[in-house]
């Protein structure tokens, strides 16, 4: 079982759509969770960055975190055709410790 | 330079040949991440540096991947006879904060003819 497992899509939304992007992690020790987007042929960038249960929101973008569940998600409301990117959850077990990746998830928002 | 910068880009070469990718991390950055990514796999963990030396090599995968890091700067990252299920991006990425956030470059793109 791998430590992170996240639904590599690919996920086609209408633009303006409500994206819901989960992953499931298995090790309780991880209490750092993030989000990065990786658009085609660069490299990830952070979105939002949690540690603790709970909401965050920034804007168009929601990090949801349930530990308990071992559950995090992010939702994407009015969806845009820029948010057409690869979506990788990121988890830890510190905050200066390695970050393990799920396989990522590739959103397209369409016109 | 602004951000973490490596090289080449892109790289094409035979089977059982050698390879070397360099990372250029942010200035003053201290810890030093390679992440290798291939299609359907997510970022793999392959070493993480904190100055020149490598407390975590544990995500390297075979004895013909190597890494060092001089100066707490340049990194290189060697590939030695190198294998078709080498073909890969290699990503590096730096951190100069204790936090999850890492600045990743945008990647060697590795294929392994």
């Known amino acids: 079982q791998k430590e992170v497992e996240q639904d590599p899509g690919p996920l086609s939304v209408p633009e303006g759509a409500i994206v819901s992007l989960n992953c499931t992690y298995s090790n309780s020790a991880f209490q750092y969770f993030m989000w990065y987007r990786q658009y085609s042929r660069k490299g990830p960038e952070l979105l939002m960055y949690?540690?603790?249960?709970g909401n965050k929101e920034d804007g168009r973008f929601t990090a949801q975190v349930d530990k308990s569940s071992k559950y995090i998600s992010l939702f994407i409301r009015d969806s845009q055709p820029s948010d057409s990117a690869t979506y990788l959850c990121a988890i830890s077990t510190g905050g200066g410790n390695k970050l393990t990746f799920g396989t990522g998830t590739q959103l397209k928002v369409e016109l | 330079g602004a951000g973490v910068s490596q090289s080449p880009s892109n790289k094409v070469t035979e089977k059982g040949k050698d390879v070397e990718l360099r990372c250029d991390p942010i200035?003053?950055?201290?810890?030093l991440y390679w992440y290798r990514q291939s299609l359907g796999q997510g970022l793999e963990f392959l070493i993480y540096?904190?100055?020149?030396?490598?407390?975590?090599k544990s995500g390297l995968p075979s004895d013909r991947f190597s890494a060092e890091r001089t100066g707490g700067s340049v990194s290189t990252l060697t590939i030695q006879r190198t294998q078709q299920e080498d073909s890969a991006v290699y990503l590096c990425?730096?951190?100069?904060?204790?936090?999850?956030?890492?600045?990743f470059g945008e990647g060697s793109r590795l294929t392994v003819l």
């Open positions: 949690t540690y603790s249960s």
């Open positions: 200035s003053g950055h201290t810890a």
């Open positions: 990425a730096s951190t100069g904060r204790n936090t999850g956030e890492l600045f």
């Open positions: 540096f904190q100055g020149n030396s490598a407390p975590d």
